[in-house]
């Protein structure tokens, strides 16, 4: 039934006879009157109980990844956007413990995109480690900014900046044959994306693919194959590394994010083929509906965040 409590001993929640109720009043979670007879539930947070374990959980985490895998291969990102707002809306998550759990499920995701791009000859393996090491430090600062800066102008900042390259995809289509030429200046600036990358994901959670894919296309003139898979390669470090730090607090569920992340990985190769077949231009527009569905996302956390 309903809720578990798998993590109550490290919260200091202590039930018998039934971990789903209370046992005076049969209610689903504890209530006062078991408080009172000294099981202690002040310190439970949303993100401290488990997901129901109920068929229908199951159901919701494969068809979760299959969508993420989906898009994840035909844009190039990692899901996130898409796997964090899910859990929490349709299984009750809590936002830390859903984020963590989606970084964790992108890293079988990436892997398999990776190799479905690099079939295709479309990933640059050098920039691709130079976007992930400059992200792992951005990453940090990011984290450390986090408390100093005002997360609603972050937003809106950030919405700006999905506009600007929603109208950019109208107006720059990528050549298939363009190719991403490495040099000291390209080298440097790709460096910089990727801290500003890990920054940006630092500070309010979306970053990745989101922010690299375009940036590939309309600044450096990459192709659009090359970028999504040149994204998926720098995201399988940095998602070990922040599911590394996710689990040493307890942020990951890790049988959620197994069953996501292999479910995912039987649609990735497919949304990876379709971006191949796919027009530059059609692939474009494509993508600018993805970004404008973040943007609309990012939207409605700044005006509930000022509300507060």
């Known amino acids: 039934m309903g809720i578990s409590f798998d993590r109550a001993s490290d919260v200091g929640l202590s039930l018998s006879c039934c971990d789903t109720?209370?046992?005076t009043c049969g209610a689903p979670t504890p209530c006062a009157t078991d408080t009172a007879r000294g099981f202690s539930v002040d310190r439970v947070t949303e993100e401290d109980l488990s997901i129901t374990r109920e068929p229908r959980a199951y159901f919701t985490f494969v068809f979760i990844g299959l969508l993420a895998g989906l898009l994840s291969g035909l844009?190039?990102?990692?899901?996130?956007?898409v796997i964090v707002p899910l859990l929490v809306l349709m299984l009750h998550y809590g936002q830390r413990r859903g984020a963590g759990t989606s970084l964790a499920a992108i890293v079988p995701t990436a892997s398999i995109g990776v190799i479905s791009y690099a079939l295709a000859d479309a990933v640059a393996w050098i920039p691709a480690l130079i976007l992930a090491g400059g992200a792992v430090v951005?990453?940090?600062i990011g984290t450390w900014l986090l408390p100093k800066v005002s997360q609603s102008a972050l937003r809106w900042g950030f919405v700006a900046f999905l506009v600007?390259?929603?109208?950019s995809l109208f107006v720059v289509i990528p050549s298939r044959e363009a190719e991403l030429v490495l040099g000291w200046g390209n080298g440097i600036g790709l460096a910089g994306v990727g801290v500003g990358t890990g920054i940006i994901a630092g500070l309010i959670g979306v970053g990745g693919g989101v922010v690299v894919v375009p940036v590939l296309m309309l600044v450096f003139g990459t192709s659009d194959l090359v970028a999504k898979g040149t994204s998926l390669l720098m995201m399988i470090p940095t998602a070990i590394s922040g599911t590394i730090g996710n689990l040493r607090h307890g942020n990951v569920d890790l049988l959620a994010a197994g069953i996501i992340g292999l479910a995912?990985?039987?649609t990735t190769a497919l949304g990876a083929w379709l971006a191949t077949i796919v027009d530059p231009f059609v692939g474009n527009m494509l993508f600018a509906g993805y970004l404008l569905f973040i943007a609309v996302q990012m939207s409605v956390?700044?005006?509930r965040g000022r509300r507060r």
């Open 21 to 23: 109720q209370c046992r």
């Open 75 to 81: 844009f190039g990102v990692g899901g996130g956007t």
């Open 138 to 140: 951005g990453a940090q």
């Open 164 to 167: 600007a390259v929603i109208v």
């Open 264 to 266: 995912a990985c039987t």
């Open 301 to 303: 956390k700044a005006i």
